[in-house]
């Protein structure tokens, strides 16, 4: 399901559409979102590379990791860093974003890092950022009608300096820029009011939220019981992704994650138990529509004093007459609309009680049912 | 004032001839007595006719004012003839003891139809919804659409609303919180091709010959129940639309649609500016209208917008609209998405609406629901009706149904179909009272929305 994100993200939006988005949110709670942030990164690169993605360059907005860190973590993932001019740029947020130093020494960035990134000394601009973000992405594809990738490190960081509305304003435009291939970012859901989730969780296609695996373990004191729950949250986690697919309907997933030295591991959740839908209830009605062939079935049913009216006199049928006359006429079907082999047609045997009865009475009104 | 008798059943009883010096609110409140009468027995019919003297007054409000005061429509259009030819007239057309809302075509204007209380109605594009509510949208009404983050369907609802105003040569503005509004109406379907509508009509035609198992015929002899159809008249009013075939360009011309861009303006100012122009050219005055205008604002509270958290400044530019609609002949369809307001602002919002709809997204591959739900494969999402307008009326509307599914058929038209419960399987070993709905299912879970 991990693997379904990246499909997303690798395929790209299509023309005329707005680039699928991917919120990563995580919390105090289960504090893996950037682990997770780091495997779609890797994974995308490697699409990149390998050519398969819609998106040939990727543009990094780093605002909580140095850029020599990003560097560091495709050299350890195998991702060749030699040529990764043409593919990757990183937009350092991180190192200087209010513009303090005035000049800047770079003896801090390693030399590799240096010419796969550039500053960007104004946070609070965010006109300002957008167009450098374009601007590098655009550098990195040249000419024509190729597209690249966006990742922002955290969005949290990015309100910090900047409004909600201007915030949503860049993220949506970066959307809808026609060369921008697919965009996710992180969040944590914590540090803000459930106000500014929500308007990511508008503005992307896709969100995915890592949440504790024992959800009643957290927060409780470190106790011999719990001990063993609460370490499985050191580890584990529980990713629930909701998709926004094209026919307007909703895809909700679960996996569990387990996080190692090495990386991350996303496993299919084992019970289907544990996975929690809003359940929308509506009020349903009983299906009062009649199929095709319940309608033929229905149009086969002789009901009583249809042939009345042609002309032809009355006759009530009393029940008193035998039975050899009986079968001569036609009778009343029951009710059932069931197929029945012979033309349709049900029959009801009728014997009156007793002979003594005038017909017409008002005691018995089937009487006047007259087929 | 000569009124004859009630003649026996077959007769048409009329009103005829009569001194010039009355009023006419003297004959409506005497046709008013007359049908009274009339109601009671069984052939509810009456001519009535005035001489000349008073046709020349004007005959639509006579004849609006007495379907309003009374709703037992005149079967096809009142008929106001002269005295001579009232008795010539004399066809029984039995009129089902309906209500029909579309009374009296008075209006020669297309797209606009006359309803009860004096209102008119703009269709919304969707013949079902138009059912549901009645009629359609009334005119000086204001329409809320409360999105659901998760799917696009508002988009829908306002694809279809647009069009038909294009379609019917009613001005438009549109407004939306998009770079470019403009490209918005690249994507606007364009009316289905005749082949399917007749189609439709075939359908619908079929099922109004009832069989009636009762022995009514050996008294009534050959008079059939007839339905007028006002079919000639209802394709006019809605059209289906092909949501695959785009809008032809010539219907968004320059005067007929304003689309105006909401994002990069400081405060909601400039698109007050712009509806209280658009709607001071559609003014109410007294008498027929000539032409509806429709407004369209998408996501008004989108948060790329810098009004977005200014929730006074939103609930004060809401009240003003609805106080500019309400004296034109306009309707205003809003689209928000709750989630992003807060819940106060929400139940503010939602109590300036007028009509108020809400779309819901379903969820993919939902096996509880498909076996809860007949036809689950081809929903699309869900559309809740939470208030209808009622304007010049103290009297609900109250739907059987306020949940209808939203489907798509052939993947083109949009359809609205109230939610059936699938065929209980019997073999599945659930009781009734679990699977139905009513109780609950196991799972628990909110039983409305």
Redesign the interface.
Known sequence: MADTICRTLRDGGLEGEHAPALTIKDSKASPFGFDVFNYVLTQLSNHILAGKSQSRGLVVVAYSRSPSFYVDLLKRRGIDIASSHDWIHILDCYTDPLGWKNRLIDKDISQEASSLSSFCQDVRNLDKLYSLIIEQGKGLIGQGKDRFSIAIDLVSEMVRHA???SV??I???LR?HDQVSSIFWLLHSDLHEI?FT??L???SSMVASVEPFNQAAFGQRVDLENLSMLEQNFRKGKFHV????R??????MCEEILVELAGIKFTPVLSEDEII?????????????LSEEERNERAKVV????H??NGKP?QIYDGRRSLGENKEEALVSTGKLQPDEDSGKGQIIYFRDSDDEMPDSDEDPDD?L?I | MKAAQTPHKKEVPCVFGRPPQLPITKIIRLSAALLARHRRCSTPTAALSLPPRVCSLRPESLSCRLSTIYSWHFTGKTKLCSVDAAMATTKPRLSSFSRNLSAVSSSQTPGVKCGPNGTMFVSSGIADLDKILGGGFPLGSLVMVMED?????HMLLLRNFMSQGLVHGQPLLYASP??DPRGFLGTLPSPASLKHDKSRDRESEQEKGL?I???Y??Y??ENQPNFDSHRDNKQDYCNEFDLRKPLERHYFTRQRVNCVGI?DSKNLAALQEHCASFLAQHQRNDGSCALAGRIAIQSLC?????H??MDWEMLSFIKSLKGMVRSSNAVVVITF?P??L?LSSTKRWQHMADTLLSV???????K?LAK???GYQDM???LNVHKVARLNTQVPLILE???FSIKLQKRRFLVLE??????VDGSSGSSYGTSG??S??S???????
């Not at chain 2, 989108?302 to 810098?306: N, V």
């Not at chain 2, 819901?360 to 939902?366: F, G, K, L, R, V």
């Open positions: 409004s909600i509305s949503a304003g993220l949506s435009n809808s106000k929500s308007v969780e508008y503005l909701r998709f926004k697919r026919n307007g309907r909703v895809r909700v839908n809003q359940r929308l209830l509506p009020k349903v009605q009983f299906n009062l529509q009901l009583p004093f249809e009345q009216g009355i006047d007259d | 983050a998760e799917a696009p369907h998009s770079k069989r198992a009762w022995q015929k050996k009534m002899g994002q989108a948060p790329q917008c810098e977005s958290n998405p989630s992003l807060s819901a997204a379903i969820p993919d591959e939902d509880e809860l739900l007949s699309v999402g869900l149904a306020t949940t109230c939610l059936n419960q699938a065929p709905s009513c609950g299912s799972k628990a879970g909110t039983l409305d929305f």
